[in-house]
């Protein structure tokens, strides 16, 4: 899991890529296609499709064909694989005590 969350945080640490991500997390649960998300962002159709690919590489994001174009999601499941491989040490594994702190930064309370 260590390789897959660097590979993941390497493919985010890029402000196209972030962009992109982002913006599909917004889009969800229906996703953009290809030129969509260029318009939207203002990106060249290779740059976006070039970006797509290092995160559909990380686990980050899916795609599905539509006809001659594609449609992108963000991959929320491999984001919370992501976030629970970061947080799974959290407060020394004691459980009750990391829901806690969760629930209090997320003012959730």
Known sequence: MTELAINQLQALGQPTRLALFRTLVRAE????????????LGLKPNTTSMSLNRLLIAGLVKSMR?????????????????????????????TALCTTIRCQLEQAC
């Open 29 to 40: 649960p229906d996703g953009l296609l290809v030129g969509e998300l260029a318009d939207t």
């Open 66 to 94: 539509e006809g001659k174009s594609v449609r992108y999601r963000a991959d929320l499941a491999g984001v919370e694989s992501l976030v629970s491989y970061l947080l799974e040490d959290c407060c020394a594994g004691n």
